[in-house]
Every structure is written in structure tokens, then in C-alpha cells.
């Protein structure tokens, strides 16, 4: 993991705005997320966490809070804005998804963007592996990382809930 500072940050904080303005559109209940990929500073693809299809009636959380993170498969409703944004871009630009970034951004019911935990998710780091993706990047309490999709997949195997 890389921790971006300074002119590097500047370069790169545009793909942090735009995935938390898509996570926006999220109607999930748990949590707002988005999700842009990009390839030499274009968006080839974008998504945010909710249910398949955004079908409403699809949903079945029923996840408090408290225990979201303590599951061994994923159980909420929501395809997530990772998925969404590889799919997205696996469609509209297939050709550019190999060697991509991968923002993952996170906001408040509001729409204000917050910071985002550990690398977590198995489901999504495997599939970012499958396609190709090079770096995944997150908003986090110490600013602003880069990760290889590689130790983003390792991490996120590695991850334990502190609750």
C-alpha cells in the first residue's frame, strides 16, 4: 500500500470525489457506497451498493449494523458498488478494464464523504483480481491509499472484525 501525499494526492483525489458522489445514489440501508473505475483519467465505469437491478423488492437485509461485518458469505441484498463499477465497465469498456484503478468511495445518508475502513471484502478483491484491476484506492483515517489488487486480496483474506 502506497500512502499518497502532496502532488500525488492531487493527482488522483478527482476519482475519490466522483466515486462518493456516486455512492449517492445508493439506497442501501447499511451503508453508502460508490465505486468509479478508471484508465488514464477516464471513468470506464461506475456503481454504487444496492439491491440487484436497484429492484427494491429484492431487498433482504434484515443485517443490523451491529453484526454486517461478523458474516461468512456476504447475506446483505446489495450487489456491491465494486462489483457494479467492474461490471459497468466490463460492458461499456472491456478492452480498457485490464490495468485499471478501482475508487471506492463511502458517504453519510446526506451524501457527505467519509472515510473508509480496511480492506475488507473478499468477494469484490477477487473478482478485482479476475479482471485485471491494478490498483485499488481508498479514503482512509490516515489519508488517502493505494493499494496493488493483489495485497488488497490479501488484506482483505487477513481482515478480522474488532467488534
Known amino acids: 500500500m502506497k500512502h499518497l501525499s502532496g502532488e500525488e494526492e492531487r ?4 476519482g475519490m470525489f466522483k466515486a462518493a458522489q456516486v455512492a449517492k445514489e445508493s439506497t442501501c440501508q447499511q451503508a453508502k457506497y460508490g465505486a468509479v473505475l478508471v484508465k488514464d483519467s477516464e471513468v470506464i465505469g461506475q456503481g454504487f451498493n444496492s439491491p440487484p437491478s436497484n429492484k427494491e423488492s429484492l431487498r433482504r437485509c434484515g443485517i443490523s449494523k451491529d453484526s454486517y461485518h461478523k458474516k461468512v458469505s456476504d447475506k446483505t441484498c446489495c450487489i456491491h458498488a465494486e462489483q457494479r463499477a467492474i461490471l459497468n465497465g466490463l460492458v461499456l469498456n472491456p478492452r480498457k478494464v485490464k490495468n485499471s484503478t478501482l475508487f471506492i468511495g463511502k458517504t453519510d ?3 457527505i464523504p467519509l472515510k473508509a475502513g480496511a480492506p475488507y471484502c473478499t468477494i469484490c478483491s477477487k473478482l478485482a ?3 485485471g484491476i491494478k ?3 481508498l479514503w482512509q483515517v490516515n489519508g488517502l491509499y493505494v493499494y496493488d489488487a493483489e495485497e488488497y486480496n490479501s488484506l ?3 481482515y478480522k472484525e474488532t467488534i
Do not use: Q
Not at 493527482?11 to 478527482?14: D, T
Open 129 to 131: 483480481l479476475e479482471v
Open 11 to 14: 493527482k488522483i483525489i478527482g
Open 109 to 111: 445518508a446526506t451524501g
Open 135 to 137: 490498483d485499488i484506492v
Open 156 to 158: 482483505s483474506y487477513a
